[in-house]
C-alpha cells in the first residue's frame, strides 16, 4: 500500500479472521477505488487451546 500512497490502518475488530480480511479489503477498495483483496492469517497458539488470536483477546478483556 505504501508503494501506491496508501497510508490506512484497518482497525481489526471481526470475530474470525475472514471478517477481518473482508474489512481490509473493503477499506482499501473505497480508498484507492480499485479492486483490493486482502488477509488476516493471524495467529492459532497451542497454549491458548487453539484461539485464535483475536478471539483470545476478546475473551480475555471480557467481550460478547
Known sequence: ???SGIVH???EDGI???QNAYK???EIAEISGQAA???DSG???E???RCRSQL???QKHGYP
Open 56 to 58: 483470545s483477546g476478546i
Open 37 to 39: 483483496l486482502a488477509d
Open 43 to 45: 495467529i492459532c497458539v
Open 1 to 3: 500500500l505504501s508503494e
Open 47 to 49: 497454549a491458548l487451546y
Open 24 to 26: 481490509k479489503a473493503r
Open 16 to 18: 474470525t479472521f475472514a
Open 9 to 11: 490502518e484497518t482497525v
